[in-house]
């Protein structure tokens, strides 16, 4: 059933059965791939991993994995129990039922693995950042730049007739001008925000826990780094010096601000993944072409671009070698996507 909209946009579920015409905002049902245990251990610890290197987001790698849109859901759901509980009516059969709904399967292996990661790498990865800035940077600039496909190509999936999402193709005429506008005002946008020079503030609970909450909020969102917003914030280092020396307290106010941004956030993320897809995937991909303003691996330490310089080879091979092994990795999950359609189809 159509549902209306600010300025005519047009939002129609793409439920089997129920055609979506090619004009639609909505790209047909999201790729949701079936995936395993210690498949999704991995997948965890590399969103983990990324979230520790400022500029870079392990909403990116949930994007590029396949796995964004269920951890989204899945969120929503724990947010919607919490409300239940403490709202009603029918509290325990409310929080009951939003928690069954959450892919536990794909969200504790993915914890478990995002922590691990962390705990691990926070000291390493800030001593590399900080020692090696353009490999570092470099490396993940080609990463990011190939993950810019991911969003583009669910962006530009048409549904077949029967809008049951199998069968996609893909097409340019599926993106309007208003598309193309929104994606580029977003790049700019990020852009701008990214530019601005490092702030130096106080670790106190005023500062950390907004602070978490605008960083998760990045985690969210492919293209934002949660940590390169806490380098803008000045936090970025006394957080990972936090979890290397498990300092709980620091962790607890973080933790709070964390609660509080998904809170905030992913209701709102749901609600256009389901009825805002291509606009949403467009604006993401816009998002993350600006913020690789971030990882350019020559800058000075207000953020000022410079040209490149010194010896260009291990820079250059290192962003090819990220890019590589991005592209390698969206093909290999764009091909078990298309091979478990075809199982479900019966082929």
């Known amino acids: 059933m159509p549902i209306s909209s600010p300025a005519g946009e047009s939002s129609e579920h793409t439920s089997a059965g129920q055609p979506t015409a090619e004009g639609s905002d909505v790209a047909g049902t999201p ?5 395993t245990v210690v498949g999704d251990l991995v997948r965890g610890a590399l969103i983990g991993t990324v979230e520790t290197v400022p500029g870079v987001s392990g909403g990116t790698v949930a994007l590029v994995f396949g796995i964004y849109t269920q951890l989204i859901e899945s969120a929503s759901h724990v947010v919607s129990a919490g409300r239940r509980l403490i709202t009603g009516p029918e509290r325990l059969v409310g929080m009951r039922h939003h928690l069954t709904a959450v892919r536990w399967k794909l969200v504790i292996p993915v914890l478990i693995g995002m922590a691990l990661a962390v705990f691990t790498i926070a000291g390493p990865m800030a001593d590399a950042v900080e020692n090696h800035p353009e490999a570092t940077r470099a490396a993940f600039f080609g990463m990011v730049l190939a993950s810019i496909a991911v969003p583009l190509r669910m962006a530009l999936h048409v549904p077949d007739a029967q809008g049951t999402g199998k069968g996609r193709t893909w097409s340019l005429r599926a993106l309007s001008w208003r598309h193309l506008a929104a994606g580029l ?10 530019s601005v020079p490092p702030a130096a ?3 106190t ?6 602070a978490a909450a605008v960083a998760v909020s990045a985690l969210l969102l492919p293209g934002l780094s ?3 917003l806490l380098l803008t914030f000045g936090l970025y280092e006394p957080t990972l010096r936090a979890v290397e020396e498990r300092d709980l307290g620091y962790l607890a106010l973080f933790a709070a601000g964390m609660v ?7 209701k709102l993320l749901q609600w256009l993944l389901e009825h805002r897809h291509r606009i949403t995937m467009v604006v993401l991909a816009g998002v993350m072409l600006g913020a690789l303003r971030t990882l350019w691996p020559w800058q000075d330490e207000d953020r000022g671009l410079r040209a490149a310089s010194g010896d260009l080879l291990p820079i250059l091979g290192l962003a090819a070698a990220g890019f590589a092994v991005v592209t390698v990795l969206v093909i290999l999950d764009a091909r078990m996507v298309a091979k478990q359609e075809r199982q479900g189809q019966g082929v």
């Open 31 to 35: 790729e949701q791939r079936r995936t």
């Open 185 to 194: 005002v977003a790049a700019g946008a990020t852009f701008w925000l990214v």
């Open 260 to 266: 509080i941004g998904v809170i905030v956030l992913v």
């Open 226 to 228: 949660g940590s390169f």
């Open 205 to 210: 609970p005023v500062t950390i826990v907004p």
């Open 201 to 203: 503030v106080e670790a």
